[in-house]
């Protein structure tokens, strides 16, 4: 799947992410500080389910999952993204959410989760209006972690 979003090409390379794009990837995320180190970037990386490139190629942006049984509950896919902040704009992020779940949702695959798991790491995420964004697209909250952030599950049907 490939679609874009204002000048950014949004690319699904799940179970697809060999070794040049895992050093793309290593290198956007070290560039951005947002893994420690290289060798947990390089373990990260087949996670990945969508890339956002700007107009030149570069990557921008990441979603990815790994399965998990949070406490209560079944299988479910435990999501996380990271835009780099010159990059942040209005509505990639929701489009990125979106996506990546309806990829996840209709992927045929042996013992399939039950859906996505979304934490709300960054404070903005939890006001008013995301609250309702995420509502209005199916997600619904279900408390949150120690730390107080926002945890949001939607299920597939």
């Known amino acids: 799947m490939e679609c874009y979003y204002r000048d950014y090409r949004i690319s699904t390379v799940y179970g697809r992410v060999d070794a040049e794009l895992t050093q793309e990837l290593v290198a956007f995320w070290l560039r951005n500080g ?25 990557i921008v942006g990441v979603t990815t999952v790994y399965v998990a049984a949070p406490k209560g509950r079944g299988r479910y896919y435990i999501y996380r993204m990271f835009i780099q902040p010159t990059d942040r704009i209005y509505g990639m992020m929701i489009s990125m959410v979106l996506s990546t779940r309806d990829y996840l949702q209709h992927l045929r695959t042996e013992n399939k989760p039950c859906g996505l798991v979304h934490v709300s790491e960054n404070r903005k995420l939890m006001r008013p209006g995301t609250r309702r964004l995420y509502e209005k697209h199916g ?7 120690r730390r107080g952030f926002d945890v949001w599950i939607s299920d597939f049907d």
């Open 139 to 145: 997600y619904y909250c279900i408390g949150q972690t």
């Open 34 to 58: 947002a893994l420690p180190n290289a060798s947990r970037a390089r373990q990260r990386a087949p996670q990945v389910v969508l890339v956002a490139r700007n107009s030149e190629g570069r």
